[in-house]
């Protein structure tokens, strides 16, 4: 018999990319409080507003991105929901489950393999602060990926991971611990790890975008946390023809109404960005 070769995130997500033209990354996160009213009567409320997401926004999207965090906050019927909504998505675009996990040995490995073997996704999130050994697991799994958090969008990543200023009396550091991150991921191929750069992060974008030429960028925050989209087109495209980006946009497409036509809003919404992200490029 003969064996199914899985195709990787990296392969899956440049012919997707060259297919559509779509920098758009969908993130279902899909927060039980936050869900229409229509769907809430659902023998899985969760997993019947992801279905209908998803099919309002396909078109649009190079990329989906599920918070595994709201899928355990609604227990076992929440990881259903997960594992349904994976089943849904088109085979030939790209899901990263955003599960910022990293750690050691064997806990790793048994990350990797309930994400990417039994979950069945493409990539993950990780946190590389514990070093090679979040990586090692990953770089032995032949399909697998992971984006690494360099420099998150929440306004207090600035506790650790942007420089000190020269006016803080604490003490100034000569570099920002992202660009250590920057410089760590340089050592890994392209095709196995990826970046996470907020796009509220103006400051340091282009400088991270020189450091890690040819590497893929995860970028949240444009959206509902006010990224400028303009500026984050401009600094961090890799190039023209292959940007080496993918935009996340989460509450502002999935929760852009609460009516029952939400996914239609949905589908609206994802195109606007689908749009300017393509327009934003040629």
Known sequence: MEKTVLKSFWSKYTERYSHTGSLLCVGLDSEFSKLPECVLKAENPIWEFNRQIIDAT??????????????????????????????????????????????IGSTMQAYVAAFFDNLAVDAITVNPLMGSDVMQPVMNHDPAFAFGLCLTSNPSATDFLKPVSSGDRRVAYPSSLSAKIAAWMQTYPCDKLGAVVGATQMAELKQIRDLLPGRLFL????????????????????????????????????FAESSKDFAKAAGIEAEKLFTACKNGIS
């Open 58 to 103: 396909q078109q649009y999207a190079c990329a989906y991105k599920p918070n595994l965090a709201f899928y355990l906050a609604d227990g076992l019927r929440g990881l259903e929901a997960l594992y349904l909504t994976m089943e849904h998505i088109p085979e030939d675009i790209p899901v990263i489950l955003d599960c910022k996990v990293g750690d």
């Open 219 to 254: 970028i949240p925050g444009v959206g509902a946390q006010g990224g400028d989209l303009e500026a984050v087109l401009k600094d961090a495209t890799d190039n023209p023809g292959m940007p080496n980006i993918l935009i996340n946009s989460s509450r502002g497409i999935i």
